[in-house]
């Protein structure tokens, strides 16, 4: 007896836009049948080894392709694993992925479907470009029951007990009109060949009476000699084994020898994945010993700095039958850890000599790439090497910290940088005046990351590395102006400090503004505004708020006009006026807001209208 259920909300809306809409490359779906066969091969190859009482035998583990042009049909048949009536419902008639509603968003924002279908590890339901119902039919190894699962991708799906001689998957499509073409055996050949070829288990055409043809080449890519790999080869080994649509940027394929022996096929993207920054993402590596998966979700296998590197490791040394909970303290995969993220950064390394490329890699994975700075200790220096930052030696390239030093002034001895929360508003920040009126470069950091890396990493080479509010360098600021008494400038420091005693720890007069007539700084020792004021958004901290520090410029005609003013007690309200719209230009100028509005924006017109 058949129970009939309905899709998830997010499934049948997806089956709607494929259904509905035209596709260029409808062959996909093939490729994406194919790569869910063979990583059902790939599980019944690795439980048979580690239950050997518990899987059923179904001999050489193989995917056959059944076209029939007679019947409109294509069926996609493997014997690996297979799925019980729970793994249809939960792994066909649900997205059961924690990104379930960043895909039903980017799937309305988004004109590339197809492209998503992948990135979001559905692959499955693009077989819904080219047929009108699928039908499946499969059993799980182990299990005694077989399953029917039919649906035509619109109101939802039948599944009824059934039998089947062996365990696997059968996945026959009853093809549209349009799509006819996929019972011809040349086209299928042209599209295994061409898309499918480094799949490692044989892909057999079943031709009927003219017997079976194995169409691929049916050899783990990874082990094979790099000069027999083509390009086109790298590619779609990278397109089955990321699910993604984007050619890789780059492609590294390498055998380790030594105390530890293992093949790496590695691969870092040219887009950035859509969970890069979720939480709970895991690396994107799969483990094999001698060519048997063992898993794709080994945490230790990477760093999560490099969590945008796909591919393959495959090792000899590892035991077939290790633990997960064994492989996280195993001390061999610590080595191969350890040997693939120095390649990885030894390659990065050259590709950083040529700007327009590296810059590429660095949109789309800087902001986590920059992580290992923080994370990684016995890698630290190498990281920052091969970061680059906005500065103000360019408006249009970034800079290395090698290139930043190479433009130092002699006497200089630091690495000067400012945070906030964006490189526009940071070229305007009073407090680089006097680093830029001397020609001293300031790197200029705005994503999070820069506020943490920059407390672990102090030094870089002989340089310190420094918030320009710590700089203790001589500036040579030649200062041809007039300058606001002393016995003035205590009186107004005194009366600021008195009337924003609950904003401002200390009112302090500064050499390092220039054009500014005040900026905001924070005691030494505590975050930067720009950290505070991350944390305060994200509500990570509210009781340890920084120390602000008001530093007036003491060259500037509004400071000197204003201590001036201090000699005769009739100008204290006005002197409060004033003083509280140079603490609020301030606080602008830092990003954060002014206390009091109303005031702000009273005296603001108050003052424009005078002046007019």
């Known amino acids: ?57 179904s001999g050489q583990l193989k995917i056959v392709i059944t076209p029939d042009d007679k019947e409109q049909t294509l069926t996609i048949s493997d014997n690996g694993i297979g799925m019980n009536k729970d793994d249809l419902i939960n792994h066909i008639g649900t997205i059961a992925k924690s990104g379930t509603a960043d895909f039903v968003s980017n799937v309305k924002d988004n004109g590339s479907v197809v492209d998503l279908i992948v990135q979001f590890g559905v692959g499955f339901y693009s077989a819904f470009m080219v047929a009108a119902k699928v039908e499946i039919i499969t059993q799980k190894a182990g299990d005694e029951k077989a399953w029917k699962w039919i649906s035509d991708g619109l109101g939802g799906y039948e599944i009824s007990e059934t039998t089947k001689e062996t365990n696997g998957t059968d996945i026959k499509l009853f093809l549209k009109e349009d799509a006819k073409d996929f019972t011809d055996t040349i086209y299928l050949r042209h599209i295994i060949r061409t898309y499918s070829d480094h799949v490692e288990y044989p892909i057999v055409l079943n031709l009927g009476t003219a017997g079976e043809e194995t169409v691929n080449n049916a050899s783990a890519l990874w082990t094979r000699n790099k000069a027999e790999i083509t390009d086109e080869q790298y590619k ?21 020898e030594g105390s530890i022996e293992y093949n790496a096929l590695l691969y870092i993207p040219s887009a950035a994945p859509y969970d890069l920054f979720q939480p709970d993402r895991q690396q994107s590596l799969k483990l094999y010993v001698n060519k048997v998966f063992i898993s794709d979700k080994v945490e230790g296998l990477m760093p999560a700095y490099l969590r945008f590197v796909k591919g393959v490791i495959d090792s000899s040394d590892l035991p077939l039958n290790i633990s997960r909970e064994m492989l996280q303290q195993s001390a061999l995969l610590a080595k191969i850890k350890q040997g693939t993220v120095s390649r990885i950064l030894k390659e990065l390394k050259k590709r950083i000599k040529d700007y327009d490329d590296y810059i590429k890699f660095w949109k789309a994975f800087g902001i986590a790439f920059k992580e290992g700075i923080y994370e990684d200790f016995s890698n630290r220096e190498e990281i920052a090497a091969l970061s680059i930052f906005a500065s103000t030696f360019s408006d249009d390239k970034l800079t290395s910290l090698d290139e930043y030093i190479s433009r130092a002034k002699p006497e200089q001895k630091a690495i000067y940088y400012i945070t906030g929360d964006d490189v526009a508003t940071l070229r305007n920040n009073p407090q680089l005046e006097a680093f830029k009126e001397n020609g ?25 590395i420094k918030h320009i509010s710590k700089a203790e360098i001589d500036l040579g600021i030649k200062r041809n102006k007039p300058k606001a008494l002393d016995g003035d400038l205590k009186k107004l420091t005194d009366l600021m400090s008195e009337m924003f005693v609950k904003e401002v720890g200390k009112v302090t007069v500064t050499e390092k503004l220039t ?40 060259y500037h005609p509004l400071i000197i006009k204003l201590s ?49």
């Open 515 to 554: 054009k500014s007539p005040a900026a905001l700084n924070v005691e030494e020792g505590q975050m930067s505004i720009h950290l505070e004021r991350l944390m305060r958004n994200h509500q990570q901290q509210t009781s340890f708020a920084s120390t602000r520090i008001l530093e007036i410029n003491p």
């Open 236 to 256: 779609e080994f990278y397109h089955h084994i990321s699910k993604n649509f984007d050619d890789p940027w780059l492609t590294l394929h390498f055998k380790a």
């Open 564 to 612: 001036e003013m201090t000699t005769d007690d009739k100008n204290k309200g006005k002197i409060a006026d004033i003083s509280r719209l140079i603490l609020d230009q301030a606080k602008i100028t830092e990003g954060e807001p002014v206390s009091d509005p109303s005031f702000f924006a009273l005296k603001f017109s108050e003052y424009i209208l005078n002046g007019m």
């Open 1 to 57: 007896m058949s129970e009939k259920r309905e899709f998830q909300t997010e499934v049948a809306k997806l089956l709607d836009i494929v259904i509905n809409s035209l596709y260029s490359e409808k062959y996909i779906f093939l490729r994406e049948l194919i790569s869910n066969a063979s990583d059902a091969c790939d599980k019944l190859r690795y439980w048979t080894l580690t239950n050997p009482d518990i899987a059923k035998p």
């Open 440 to 464: 001293v470069e300031v790197l200029l950091l705005t994503d999070p990351i820069d506020e943490f890396w920059t407390q672990t990493l102090t030094t870089y080479k002989t340089f310190a």
